[in-house]
């Protein structure tokens, strides 16, 4: 196993309205959680690292008061896009290891939210 | 600086036939982790491979095969006898003592036509 949950898959949202993203890790536990964004036919972006218990650590140029990160758990990360606009529009990608923050430890992702603001 | 580069855009070929995806990466870190991931439609990215500097053995798994070459920062991929299914994106990824983040490439996107 490694398997690792989003929901909801896809969302649509009003602009100004917040939405929450659920990354969960079903068969292990996972210390150490990465958020991700990919534009369409482009790679992915690192948007946040998240450890279980403390605070995420954001990504230069990525807006903490925007893009709202809770590890609250050993299985559950939470993304939480507040006031989204339609730029926020995006893939949003989590993925999940079972130690870390160290190098070399595999992530395994989810499957990925679609977020469409309209 | 740390940076990994798939210069293969887009890769199209007909069924059965072997293609091989490149990736070359820069570090001057001595320790570092190699990782190969797949992308289908659906957008799930799928772990395939994971190897470290310091092993330099090639490795096959079914019609995977990966090549890795230090002495050229290479870390080619080739699947062999290509199959429908193979159509995806592959992104090859750079882990250098960042604290487990990825470096990815930009991708290849692997057409497979029957």
């Known amino acids: 196993g490694a398997v690792v949950s989003q929901h909801p898959s896809r969302v649509i949202c009003k602009s100004g309205t917040s939405v929450k993203i659920e990354c969960r890790s079903l068969?292990?536990?996972?210390?150490?959680m990465f958020w991700y964004r990919q534009f369409p036919k482009q790679s992915l972006m690192l948007m946040a690292t998240?450890?279980?218990?403390?605070?995420?650590?954001?990504e230069q140029g990525v807006e903490k008061d925007k893009f709202l990160i809770n590890h609250a758990s050993l299985t559950l990360s939470t993304l939480t896009v507040t006031s989204a606009h339609p730029e926020d529009s995006s893939f949003y990608i989590c993925?999940?290891?079972?130690?870390?923050?160290?190098?070399?430890?595999?992530?395994?992702f989810g499957p990925g939210t679609r977020l469409l603001v309209l | 600086a740390q940076k990994v580069t798939q210069a293969q855009t887009e890769i199209s070929v007909v069924e059965k036939e072997d293609v091989t995806l490149d990736c070359v990466y820069e570090?001057?870190?001595?320790?570092?982790?190699l990782f190969w991931y797949k992308q289908p439609p659906s957008g799930e990215l799928v772990f395939l491979i994971r190897?470290?500097?310091?092993?330099?053995q090639n490795e096959i798994s079914g019609r995977y095969s990966w090549n890795f070459q230090k002495s050229t920062s290479s870390f080619n991929f080739t699947i062999t006898a290509s199959q429908v299914v193979d159509s995806a994106v592959y992104f090859c990824?750079?882990?250098?003592?960042?604290?487990?983040?990825?470096?990815f490439g930009q991708g290849t996107e692997l057409s497979v036509k029957p």
């Open positions: 993925s999940a290891s079972r130690t870390g923050p160290h190098s070399g430890e595999t992530q395994y």
């Open positions: 068969d292990f536990q996972a210390t150490t």
């Open positions: 998240s450890n279980e218990g403390s605070k995420a650590t954001y």
């Open positions: 570090t001057r870190d001595t320790t570092y982790y």
């Open positions: 190897r470290n500097s310091f092993d330099e």
């Open positions: 990824a750079l882990d250098s003592n960042q604290g487990g983040k990825l470096i």
